[in-house]
């Protein structure tokens, strides 16, 4: 089996071969920013992509990519980082089909447990997306397998005591951002960086650092201007 490594290096044992497949620049660099950019609390994300080497502007950098696809260059498995979690004991992070109901059916990738440097592949085969966990030393934590999850149309959504948050704006109450994508910079240029706000935008911290992750080998695709209403209403 073929792993994809984040992009920190990983030890492991056995010298098993590793290869990445990423996103190539025309592909990141096709999709613009948000508009308006989501007003935010900078201080605390700022800081942690500043130490990790980004060149990354919080405040006007925000990518419009709120919906996903496996990467163009036709690679099915792609991979998420657990960069940093501000509250890794309560929220549990995964993803949703685009093309769901109201309330969307949740496929778990990481649990609450799951803590920075934790790491997840993701491969998507004959109709189902199959997620193998491991731990900060890449240590194997388990496979699980979920039928019937979009290779081409899925999100990303965080779920813990302050609500279940979803990266499309429309689906969360008065369509408010609850995720902020930026394309990587430097070594991880090609690859995306998703911060999620916990708690609800309107009348929160609006910090965005809830949790950071990293993905490989991925790439959104074009955001529609939606209401939450015009979602409901192809549901009738």
């Not at 492991?12 to 990423?22: D, P, Q, T």
């Not at 990518?63 to 501000?86: C, L, P, R, Y």
């Not at 959104?220 to 939450?228: E, R």
Request: hydrophobic residues 40%; contains cysteine.
């Amino acid at each position: 089996m073929k792993l994809f490594t984040p992009v920190r290096s990983l030890v492991i044992a056995g010298a098993v071969a590793l290869v990445l497949v990423g996103i190539s620049a025309s592909t990141s660099s096709a999709f613009g920013p948000r508009v308006p950019q989501v007003a935010m609390s900078p201080a605390s994300l700022q800081g942690y992509l500043n130490g990790v080497g980004e060149s990354i502007n919080v405040q006007t950098d925000q990518v419009d990519a709120q919906k996903w696809n496996t990467s163009v260059s036709g690679n099915a498995t792609f991979t998420i980082m657990i960069e940093f979690a501000g509250n890794a004991a309560s929220n549990n992070i995964g993803v949703y089909n685009i093309a769901d109901g109201p309330v969307p059916t949740l496929f778990q990738v990481f649990p609450g447990a799951a803590a920075p440097g934790w790491y997840a592949t993701c491969h998507f085969a004959s109709g189902n997306l199959t997620v193998s966990l491991f731990d900060n030393t890449a240590a194997f934590q388990g496979n699980t397998v979920y039928p019937g999850v979009s290779a081409n149309n899925f999100g990303f959504y965080l779920q813990g005591p302050g609500g279940t948050f979803y990266s499309e704006d429309a689906r969360n109450a008065g369509s408010s951002p609850q995720m902020l994508t930026y394309l990587g910079t430097g070594q991880n240029f090609g690859d995306w960086w998703e911060c999620f706000e916990d708690l609800p935008y309107i009348g929160g911290d609006g910090d965005f650092e809830d949790a950071v992750l990293l993905l490989q080998s991925v790439a959104p695709t074009a955001t529609n201007s939606k209401t939450w209403g015009s979602i409901k209403a192809l549901y009738k």
